[in-house]
């Protein structure tokens, strides 16, 4: 899941490049409740890009 990672980019981002695109408002919600934003925004993505495609597994279940 590449999710939490890019969420760590934005954060830091927004903290150390002036010429960021971050938002002011994005550090708020992703520091003081992280799961829920990352829940949010993949819900979101799924929604808007796979609409007609089946809910991937989930990382936690091993194919054999």
Known sequence: ALLP???????????????????????????????????SLEQQLRSEHLLDQPTPVSDSVMLS
């Open 5 to 39: 990672m890019m969420v760590e980019m934005i954060l830091w981002s927004a903290e150390q490049d002036p010429e960021t695109q971050a938002t002011d408002e994005f550090p708020v919600p992703a520091r003081s409740d992280r799961a829920t934003l990352i829940a």
